[in-house]
């Protein structure tokens, strides 16, 4: 399905997700959906393939990807003892800096002063599509 939660209110999108995780309690069931709504894709999704100018960015079991990323939040002085090869992508303003991490368990030991909030699944597709521009806004 192609943006099958796409212009619909609030109520009937949320039963249409709740008749989809119905269908899927079968595991001979699957739905192959396509969205740009990941808060859709996160409620009843197991794995989950983000596509970016038509190559795939990130693909793996949604609750994985979930549980290994995770959002640095810390000073932007703080910021510069990471290195950069633990980071997907970062955003810095002239207060804090915002980095991707996607082994949130090595980062956590390795930067244990710092910040960690979970990541969603928008944040991280977010973090992915601008990893070419290293660090964005």
């Known amino acids: 399905m192609d943006?099958?939660?796409?212009?619909l209110d609030p109520v009937f999108r949320n039963e249409l997700l709740?008749?989809?995780?119905?269908y899927l309690q079968n595991e001979n069931n699957?739905?192959?959906?396509?969205?740009h709504i990941l808060s859709d894709i996160e409620k009843i999704s197991d794995s989950v393939t983000f596509i970016n100018k038509g190559k795939i960015t990130l693909s793996?079991?949604?609750?994985?990807?979930?549980?290994?990323?995770?959002v640095i939040k810390c000073k932007k002085s703080d910021f510069q003892n990471i290195d950069k090869a633990d980071?997907?992508?970062f955003r810095v303003n002239d207060y804090y800096a915002e980095a991707?991490?996607?082994?949130?368990?090595?980062?956590?030991?390795?930067?244990?002063?710092?910040?960690?909030?979970?990541?969603?699944?928008?944040e991280?597709?977010?973090f992915?599509?601008?990893?070419?521009k290293g660090e964005w806004f």
């Open 3 to 7: 943006e099958a939660t796409a212009g």
């Open 18 to 22: 709740d008749i989809f995780l119905e």
């Open 30 to 35: 699957s739905i192959f959906m396509s969205s």
């Open 60 to 70: 793996g079991n949604k609750d994985d990807i979930i549980e290994n990323h995770a």
């Open 87 to 89: 980071v997907i992508s």
């Open 100 to 122: 991707l991490v996607n082994d949130r368990s090595k980062c956590s030991v390795k930067y244990s002063g710092l910040t960690f909030d979970a990541a969603t699944l928008e």
């Open 124 to 126: 991280i597709m977010l």
């Open 128 to 132: 992915y599509v601008n990893r070419d």
